[in-house]
């Protein structure tokens, strides 16, 4: 048997002071001294803490792990199933009931015929950004309007409704509310989509959700994969606009390049979903013993996934903790691998390519407009990590 293992006592709750990219110092740590480390659950069950590259990626590939809600044993208490249609956090063969009538839909070829639409929705950002003139927030200007009106056309979300389900989703998906807002805005949110579903189904649109009604899903596993499509794709998109684009504004060599090397923007694009990780940890829990890590991981043991620090391991990409929009940065996890990797991600790419290009064209003196260390980041307990503001300027023409 190996020496003892290393522990993590808790999550960190922060970054190292002017790392604003980089993993807490604790899990970099962890990782120093090997693939996996003991870990305590906030809700004190004791668990284990994956933040090697190759163990992460084995757990993902592994139908020995599970992403069951209801098995996760991280409190004491039972949590519930996940409701009907949440198909992230189910194992085969409910997940894939759920997951195969949509990854039709969510192909290159389907994405591509969006990007046209992306590309409007961006310039529409833009030119609103222009009128107001600078200083703006870039997340309520530009990260944040992306996405919310992409997840809309996928939703066939009517226009008239769309002010007010945005405002909806950016309360209950990173807003800065109270537990009572955000359980308002989360119940307001279920309802307009349990409307949505039965809208749909009475009268089809053209839209990813009115095809789903001719299926033999129920309005209710409707609304769940609604409900999902939405969490998953809304707050991760928008703090990967927000976050990459401080994250380019903070490395001007890296910045420099990109502009002058348009076919660059792919690359660049794998390389900031890698460095910022911002779906940052998941779970899994064993079902039977597996042996990970030169250690045993006994069954109905939950375990934390660290996608961030994996994607940091300098045995997997050289001198990790660069960013280095030029590298092959194809096999990170930013995007998770195995059966649950994300259904979104040619989605993803498209609008990080479109925005990110558009962007950098529009304002070819893009700033900051306070002193990096003036940035506000979210807390690092928050999901999906990224910064609640991002003051920038330009020299308007
Ligand atoms: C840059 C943006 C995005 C990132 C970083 C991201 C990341 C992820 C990750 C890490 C997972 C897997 C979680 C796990 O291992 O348990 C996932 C799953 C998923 N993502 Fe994304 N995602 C993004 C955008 C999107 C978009 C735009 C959509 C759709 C509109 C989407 C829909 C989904 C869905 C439905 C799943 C569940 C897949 C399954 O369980 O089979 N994501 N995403």
Redesign the pocket.
Known sequence: MNASPHTVAALPTERRSGCPFDPPAELLDARAHGPISRYTHPGGKPGWMVTGYDAVRSV?ADPRFS?RKDLMNVVDFALPPAPPGE????DEPD?SR??KP?VGK?TVRRMRMLTERIERITADCLDAMEETGPPTDLVTAFAKPI?TI??CE?LGVPYEDRASFQEQIDMFMGGEVSDEELIAAYTATQEYLARLVAAKRAHPTDDILSELTDSDLTDEELKG?SL???????D??A???SLGTFALLSHPDQLAALRADPALTDGAVEEL?RYL???KT???TALEDVELGGRTITAGTTVV?S?HTANRDPGRFADPHALDLGRQAGGH?????????????Q???V??RVAFRALLDRFPTLRLAVPASEVALRPESAD?FGVKSLPVAWDAR
């Open positions: 993902l992403s198909f992230l956090l189910m997940h759920y997951r949509l969510f996405p992409v997840i996928i994969i999902i499509l939405l969490a998953a794709g809304f991760t998109t703090n990967m606009l979903l990780t911002v779906a998941f779970h899994r996934l996608y996890l930013a995007f998770s691998h195995g059966i649950h990797q994300c259904l979104g991600q989605l993803a790419r609008e990080m999906i």
